[in-house]
C-alpha cells in the first residue's frame, strides 16, 4: 500500500468506528481547505505543536476534537509515523493504539477518565519497560523514566494478573487529580510491579518454557525453588542467566526493581553486563567471563530478527557494583 493509499485508509477505519463525541480530521499537507472544522483543528494543532495561530500544516496529520470540561481538547497522529509502523506491523500494530486513545475503551468496567483519586488506583499501576525512539510518538502524553534508549512507562493493570492485553498506558491527564509529582507516582508503581510479577532468575542453557511461579528465586533467602549460582565457574559465567518475571511478560523491568542490581552483583561476586533480548527478559553474564563485543554482537542478532514490537534496545549495560551504578558500555 503506498503512503497516500495509506493515508486515506486509516482516516476511513477510524472515522468508520463512530467515536462518540469526536470529530475526526485529517490535515493533509499544504491543501487547503475551507471547512469550518478542519481549519479549526488545523489552527488548535499549529498552536499546540508549534505556538502558531495558522491553519497551514506542514506534515499530514489524523487528529480528533472534543470537549472535556469547558475546554475543546486535541489528539492528533503523525501520519507519516504511522505508515511506517504499518510497514512493519500492518494495522495491528496502528489501529488499536488509535482507537484505545480516542475511546478509553477498558475491559472490566474501568473507566481512565474517572480515576481522580490516587488511592483508589494506586495498586493497580505498574511499569513496563518499552522501546523509547520506537515509541517515542505515543509516549507524547505519558509518564515515564528514561534509561537510554528504554522507557519505564506507567500503566494501570486491568485485570488481576496484569498481563497484556489487559493494561492500559496512564495518560498524564488522567493523574492531574492525583496530587502526586511524577516521581513518587513511578516509584510505587515500580515496587507494585515487583510484588504483583517478582522477579526470576535461571540459566541461559534451561530452555525449559513452562515454569511454576516458585522456581527461579533469588532476591529472597528460601530454599524452595532458589537457584544456585557459582560465581566462580567459567562456564556458567559465559553461558549466563536469564532474568525475567514470574510473569514471562515485561520481564526485562525486573532489573529496575529495588534492591535486584545489588543482590546480582553480590551473588556473581562483581560487575556483569545486561542485554535485553526482549521487552519481556534479559541476559547477564559476569564482566570477567564475558567478552563485550561477543555479547553486543548476540543481541544485534536477536534483535534483528525479533518481531519490533518485542525490541527494548541493542545497547548493552553494565552494573558497577563499587558505584552502585549502571552505565552503558
Known amino acids: 500500500m503506498t503512503y497516500e493509499q495509506f493515508k486515506r485508509e486509516v482516516y476511513l477505519h477510524v472515522l468508520a468506528r463512530h467515536i462518540p463525541d469526536k470529530e475526526i480530521y485529517l490535515l493533509q499537507k499544504d491543501h487547503v481547505c475551507t471547512e469550518e472544522g478542519v481549519l479549526r483543528a488545523s489552527r488548535m494543532y499549529n498552536m499546540k505543536c508549534f505556538g502558531k495561530d495558522t491553519a497551514e500544516v506542514t506534515e499530514d496529520v489524523l487528529c480528533a476534537v472534543y470537549h472535556k470540561a469547558t475546554k475543546i481538547r486535541l489528539l492528533h497522529w503523525k501520519v507519516r509515523v504511522l505508515y511506517e509502523k504499518y510497514r512493519t506491523e500492518g494495522w495491528p500494530g496502528v489501529l488499536p493504539q488509535i482507537i484505545y486513545k480516542l475511546e478509553y475503551a477498558v475491559p472490566n468496567g474501568f473507566d481512565l477518565r474517572a480515576q481522580t483519586n490516587y488511592d483508589e488506583i494506586s495498586e493497580r499501576l505498574i511499569l513496563r519497560p518499552l522501546n523509547y525512539e520506537f515509541c517515542k510518538e505515543e509516549l507524547e502524553n505519558c509518564i515515564f523514566w528514561r534509561v537510554g534508549d528504554i522507557a519505564l512507562v506507567l500503566y494501570q493493570m486491568l485485570n488481576a494478573s496484569g498481563v497484556d492485553p489487559f493494561s492500559a498506558k496512564v495518560y498524564r491527564e488522567m493523574t492531574q487529580g492525583w496530587g502526586m509529582s511524577d ?88 560487575d556483569y553486563y545486561i542485554g535485553f533480548t526482549s521487552v519481556h527478559e534479559a541476559v547477564i553474564h559476569p564482566v570477567r567471563h564475558k567478552c563485550l563485543s561477543d555479547m553486543k554482537a548476540a543481541i544485534l542478532h536477536i534483535n534483528a530478527v525479533m518481531d519490533g514490537r518485542e525490541t527494548l534496545t541493542n545497547r548493552v549495560y553494565q552494573y558497577c557494583r563499587s558505584r552502585e551504578s549502571l552505565v552503558e558500555v
Open 183 to 270: 516521581e513518587v507516582i513511578l516509584t510505587n508503581a515500580l515496587i507494585n510491579s515487583s510484588f504483583k510479577m517478582p522477579p526470576r532468575l535461571f540459566y541461559n542453557t534451561d530452555l525449559k518454557k513452562l515454569r511454576p511461579e516458585q522456581e527461579g528465586v533469588f532476591m529472597t533467602n528460601r530454599s524452595c525453588g532458589r537457584i544456585s549460582i557459582s560465581a566462580q565457574d567459567i562456564l556458567e559465567g559465559i553461558c549466563g542467566y536469564r532474568l525475567t518475571t514470574t510473569k514471562y511478560t515485561n520481564g526485562a523491568l525486573a532489573i529496575f526493581y529495588p534492591g535486584v542490581k545489588e543482590r546480582l552483583a553480590k551473588a556473581l561476586d562483581g
